[in-house]
């Protein structure tokens, strides 16, 4: 609207001043122009000579242009069949690069309005589709009309020097759409027109693996990592991810021989790797190779303490005594002696063999250095099993319910809490982003509180208490903590006790 006023403002001035200096011409009675040529010479008043002046330089023009079509017949006389056409057309493709430059430029500042209006007039005077549907195509999509962009993007598809822009174009309206299949299949076919274009496999991953597509995935993830766009090493552990993922898959699905073979490849891409170590011991097990899971599951210990590795070693050997247990579990232990998650396994192992003076030692000063709802529920079931006091156990789980959750399975991404490893977050759809770290304190106390002792067997924590469960959830829920001591207390009863 303000250019248009401006245009019009602009106007208005120059025709004020023509008319202006066309009156003063032709009232100045005074001005007078004498030209002489070939002897002869003549009066002019100044209107008359800009008059003359004017027509000259029309004629001048005209004669330019005569000049330039005689050419393009001369040409066309010689054998130049499009001479002719091509002097017609000049000027119209001038005019229709002008208007598609100005399309871009608005295109560029997102001025989506002006740059459909230039676009379909530069489209009025070119004959280049390829040009002119793919600015008309992204000028109506930043406009917003998405049935024209539609139009354009489809017409692309005619070219094959813009059919891959037609595909990417429809594929993002659909993804806007949140049309997922189509957008996949989309997707594919953007792929297989330019399989190196980045964005392109970027958008076929993030699909595949919302979709459960394992197999594609690889396929895709491996066409990355051939063309340079993820380091080899995160292209190594996302295709043991996969692996797993696809593992899963099969072995729900009944196929255990494919399922063994995958996770097999990805334990052995990323022995570290918790749930691949986890299922491939479970695996070697249930085929009756208790020293491959064994030997499985300490590779993975060695590199990543966990209390699942811990949970399926234990399940190995089910039904041996406590102290058979302990002293299985010694070489495991030892190899992370110093890790909180060793000092815990260990100080639970004590418990199940009720040495609470054992179990103590195991913990040391976990409970004062790292203090969670675990090392805490864990130091009060040493307390109640030694015979102290019911207000020092009661201290302890008071605490525990306000103490950080401890580690868990969080998306790196969006930190986003979930109760199992998956390949996928079930919040922000990131892949291989969930990992074993620190939870953020947004859960609720007594869930944090839950501290859960898994490889207790059993149901007594102690001879001399009447029989109850170990559960950390089981025991908070029976303490109030507005009646329990201070966070200082218990430590000075510890102290009487011991």
Known sequence: MIWSFIKISIFLAIAAGLAFGATYLMNDPTGEVRVAFSGREFSLSPLEFTIIIVVAFLAMLLVLKLAGFLMAILRFVNGDETAVSRYFDKNRERKGFEALSESIIALAAGDGRTATAKATRAERYLDRPELTQLVNAQAADISGNKDRAQEHFKALLKDERTRFVGVQGLMKQKLADGDTDTALALAKKAFT?????????????????????????????????????????????????????????????????????????????APGMVPGAILLAEMKLEAGDTRAATSVIKKAWAQNPHPDLAAAFAAIEPNETSDERIKRFKPLIKAQKDHPEARMLEAELYLTAEDFPAARKALGDLAETDPTARS????????????????????????????????????????????????????CSSFDTVSWAQAPQTEDSRTMAAAMLPLIIGDKISATQEDQTVNGDEIIMEVDPSDAQPAQEPVAETEKAT
């Not at 964005?199 to 895709?220: H, I, M, P, V």
């Not at 525990?400 to 969006?414: D, F, M, Y």
Request: hydrophobic content about 40%; glycine content about 6%.
């Open 193 to 269: 027109i330019n399989p190196k274009h980045s964005a392109t496999l970027e958008t076929l991953f993030q699909l595949q693996t919302d979709k459960n597509d394992w197999s594609g995935a690889r396929d895709t993830l491996q066409a990355r990592v051939r063309g340079r766009m993820l380091p080899k090493d995160v292209g190594k552990r996302r295709d043991a991810v996969l692996n797993l993922a696809y593992a899963k898959a099969e072995r729900e699905d009944g196929d255990n021989e494919n399922a063994l073979a995958s996770v097999t490849k990805s334990n052995k891409a």
């Open 376 to 427: 805490l529920a864990i130091l009060a079931a040493v307390e109640r099993g030694s015979g102290a006091e019911e207000a020092v156990v009661s201290g302890w789980l008071a605490r525990a319910i306000s103490a950080p959750r401890g580690n868990a399975w969080v998306c790196e991404k969006c930190r986003h809490i979930h109760s199992d490893w998956g390949p996928v977050c079930d919040n």
